[in-house]
């Protein structure tokens, strides 16, 4: 893939970017593109470079390090995280397409807009039950299930109107094209989801190493039976989303119960 983004900086710039989403499968599918000897991806994997102000600032600022962003560290240090050796260089940050962080678009647009944007998704239903037992997990969300997922201000279900969450990034007409990838996909047909990523990038598509099979980051247990009634105001919150998402792929995404 030729790489006609950026300046001329120490190191290179990244020409692959998984861009979300929360609990969609990014740490697997990072790692799993990193096995490719022809692409390079960064470490640690969130860089959350494209958010969060100009300077360091951060003087009574309590949120956690990944949370302020790095952008105000410059391209310079961007460009210092990838292997410049790589054809392909890329890193993996689910924050870049969160509500919390509407510049992120634009600044991609400026510094890499031949990059190759990856959004990786899930059943939104079961995505935003998964983002409310991690928070469960980390002791950060103590309402009930129902409370968390439908209280308007949440992210739980922000966070899984996919379609909405790419319009920034198609608006700058930078990205014309974006590769969805179902973390359900990336389950169940492993091999050939990888493939076709793989020849979108330019790589050789039949690579493949034994480290593939394996399954990462996996949550810790199944989550709780979820109420009809619940389940069903989930499903007609993301229903029309969901059908503009599948416009945008073109294509279906099988066992999603929206």
Same mark, same amino acid.
């Given at each position: 893939?030729? *790489?006609?983004?950026?300046?001329?900086?120490?190191?290179?710039?990244?020409?692959?970017?998984?861009?979300?989403?929360?609990?969609?499968?990014?740490?697997?599918?990072?790692?799993?593109?990193?096995?490719?000897? #022809?692409?390079?991806?960064?470490? =640690?994997?969130?860089?959350?470079?494209?958010?969060?102000? #100009?300077?360091?600032?951060?003087?009574?600022?309590?949120?956690?390090?990944?949370?302020?962003?790095?952008?105000? &560290?410059?391209?310079?240090?961007?460009?210092?995280?990838?292997?410049?050796?790589?054809?392909?260089?890329?890193?993996?940050?689910?924050?870049?397409?969160?509500?919390?962080?509407?510049?992120?678009?634009?600044?991609?647009?400026?510094?890499?807009?031949?990059?190759?944007?990856?959004?990786?998704?899930? *059943? =939104?239903?079961?995505?935003?039950?998964?983002?409310?037992?991690?928070?469960? &997990?980390?002791?950060?969300?103590?309402?009930?299930?129902?409370?968390?997922? $439908?209280?308007?201000?949440?992210?739980?279900?922000?966070? /899984?109107?996919?379609?909405?969450?790419?319009?920034?990034?198609?608006?700058?007409?930078?990205?014309?094209?974006?590769?969805?990838?179902?973390?359900?996909?990336?389950?169940?047909?492993? &091999? #050939?989801?990888?493939?076709?990523?793989?020849? $979108?990038?330019?790589?050789?598509?039949?690579?493949?190493?034994?480290?593939?099979?394996?399954?990462?980051?996996?949550?810790? /247990?199944?989550?709780?039976?979820?109420?009809? &009634?619940?389940?069903?105001?989930?499903?007609?919150?993301?229903?029309?989303?969901?059908?503009?998402?599948?416009?945008? #792929?073109?294509?279906?995404?099988?066992?999603?119960?929206?």
């Amino acid at each position: 893939m030729r *790489d006609r983004s950026g300046p001329c900086l120490p190191g290179a710039l990244p020409n692959l970017v998984v861009i979300g989403a929360m609990k969609c499968g990014t740490t697997s599918l990072h790692h799993y593109l990193d096995l490719h000897p #022809a692409i390079s991806m960064s470490r =640690p994997k969130e860089l959350n470079f494209f958010f969060g102000p #100009a300077d360091a600032g951060g003087d009574g600022d309590e949120r956690p390090d990944w949370a302020r962003g790095n952008w105000h &560290r410059g391209p310079e240090w961007y460009a210092a995280q990838f292997d410049a050796a790589s054809p392909v260089r890329g890193e993996a940050s689910p924050g870049y397409t969160s509500p919390s962080y509407p510049q992120v678009a634009a600044r991609m647009a400026e510094l890499i807009p031949a990059a190759q944007l990856v959004y990786a998704v899930r *059943d =939104p239903v079961e995505r935003a039950i998964s983002q409310y037992e991690h928070h469960r &997990r980390q002791g950060t969300e103590t309402r009930p299930l129902a409370d968390a997922l $439908l209280d308007p201000g949440s992210q739980y279900i922000a966070r /899984g109107r996919y379609a909405e969450r790419l319009r920034p990034f198609l608006a700058t007409g930078a990205f014309r094209r974006i590769a969805v990838v179902a973390k359900e996909e990336l389950a169940t047909a492993r &091999r #050939a989801t990888l493939r076709g990523l793989f020849e $979108l990038l330019g790589v050789d598509a039949d690579h493949w190493s034994p480290a593939m099979e394996k399954r990462r980051n996996a949550a810790p /247990g199944e989550h709780p039976p979820v109420d009809e &009634r619940l389940r069903c105001r989930l499903e007609e919150a993301f229903a029309g989303d969901a059908e503009r998402l599948r416009e945008l #792929a073109g294509r279906d995404f099988p066992g999603w119960t929206v």
